[in-house]
């Protein structure tokens, strides 16, 4: 009977610490968002007043920041907006299967299959290193030059034609640095059981790689995002070719910031999304 109470009086007593670590965590974290809210609207204020205060505020204002222009805009900057969108959805797609195929080509072993590995490394060392802006002209303008027959001319497609090449080099690499991440003894147990080298990789080892390159996938999806804007150069009529027009019929400037503020609106959410998958990857590698 004394040992039962001894042992309620223990369990009284560590509930009664439980209750006061979780009041102080609780205030502390009310403190942390006080003081954060606080610094937050100071910084603010001190950035609105720096920026209003300028001797050339009200030209930039009216330059930048025309509320009428912007509805005005807003229309046809919102249907170029549809077109990036789609073109990001299509390329999103081709660019992570077309990434896939590289890192399994740079992957092989065996000097039979050296020139695979060669082209493929060929390719990623060309495209990664050639700016997105280049590739952009030259195949835009310059697969049209050749007028070949059954080559398209479309500014669209030659525009998404380049993001394809240009991030499927990078994609490629990331998933390399993923299937190589797989410790070999997931290989070598894979063998034990008879698997050859494609069933391997493809019921193995992709299955990590992928799930372990995902936070790294989700930032360049959240770059190729803004990088679909620059298929204006081609003519195609998107948010930002709509902007220019915009721009040029009223005037105005203001069209650009309509256009960049529904770019980063369309952003945040994949952003949010990245942050998110990086935090659970990184709690499940501290799990393990």
């Not at 590995?117 to 060392?125: C, E, I, K, M």
């Amino acid at each position: 009977m004394a040992g039962e109470l001894d042992h309620r009086a223990r369990a009284a007593v560590i509930s009664e610490l439980q209750r006061e670590r979780l009041a102080y965590r609780r205030s502390r974290a009310r403190r942390s968002t006080l003081v954060a809210l606080v610094s937050t609207l100071v910084f603010a204020a001190a950035a609105y007043f720096a920026v209003t205060g300028a001797p050339g505020w009200p030209r930039v204002r009216e330059s930048f920041l025309d509320w009428d222009v912007a509805v005005a805009s807003l229309p046809s900057v919102a249907a170029g907006l549809w077109l990036n969108l789609r073109v990001l959805l299509v390329c999103a797609v081709v660019i992570v299967a077309l990434g896939l195929l590289i890192a399994f080509l740079r992957s092989l072993r065996g000097p039979v299959w050296f020139p695979l590995r060669a082209l493929a490394t060929a390719y990623v060392d060309l495209f990664r290193g050639l700016p997105l802006l280049i590739c952009l002209y030259l195949i835009g303008f310059g697969l049209p030059g050749l007028r070949l027959t059954g080559v398209p001319n479309d500014p669209v497609l030659l525009g998404g034609i380049a993001l394809v090449l240009v991030y499927s080099a990078y994609v490629a690499e990331v998933f390399r640095a993923g299937i190589e991440s797989v410790h070999p003894s997931q290989l070598a147990a894979a063998r034990s059981l008879g698997l050859d080298h494609r069933r391997t990789m493809r019921l193995v080892v992709l299955p990590q790689a992928v799930r372990r390159v995902t936070p790294a996938l989700l930032n360049d999806f959240v770059a190729l995002q803004k990088d679909c804007g620059l298929i204006s150069v081609l003519g195609a009529v998107d948010a930002v070719r709509a902007a220019q027009i915009s721009a040029a019929t009223a005037y105005d400037f203001t069209p650009y910031v309509v256009a960049g503020l529904l770019f980063v609106l369309l952003a945040i959410p994949s952003a949010r999304l990245a942050d998110l998958v990086a935090r659970r990857a990184a709690r499940r590698q501290g799990a393990l």
